[in-house]
């Protein structure tokens, strides 16, 4: 009996050290976690926290937005009227808390975001992790 309770101890003081090991070793790994092959996406509010390594071994989900394929590999600063329209038409039909998901789906496409509403949609990111963060 007493060993089985001084192995659990013993397990106990293993764990709190390990923890405490684990926590100081945290910080910088995550920092490494914000560009994908040294590459960065430029939506650091967007992908920061929500890593796309995160997502790198999930599927593409695709919110409706096939048509936005066309738009592989061009830089944001390129679209025309029509392609910020059919962005806009996609981004603004979304609920909230689906437009992190769609920011990652885009970046794992290639596809990169209109200048033009990357400012609204850090915005909205902004408020859902403000949301998610006063859950915990």
Not at 32 to 59: F, I, P, Q, R
Not at 64 to 73: A, G, I, K, Q, R
Request: proline share 3%.
């Amino acid at each position: 009996m007493w060993i089985l309770i001084a192995a659990i101890v013993l397990l106990g003081i293993f764990a709190a050290i390990a923890s405490k090991i684990m926590r100081r070793r945290g910080a910088a790994p995550q920092a490494e976690n914000s560009a994908t092959d040294g590459e960065c996406c430029g939506m650091h509010a967007v992908c920061e926290k929500d890593s796309l390594l995160a997502a790198a071994g999930k599927e593409i989900e695709y919110y409706d937005d096939y048509e936005l394929d066309e738009y592989v590999n061009i830089p944001s600063s390129q679209y025309d009227d029509e392609a910020l329209s059919r962005f806009e038409e996609v981004f603004y039909t979304l609920r909230a808390e689906d437009v992190p998901g769609w920011v990652r789906s885009l970046a794992m496409r290639q596809i990169e975001v209109p200048d033009k509403i990357k400012d609204e949609i850090i915005m909205i990111v902004e408020e859902e992790r403000g949301k998610k963060n006063t859950r915990h």
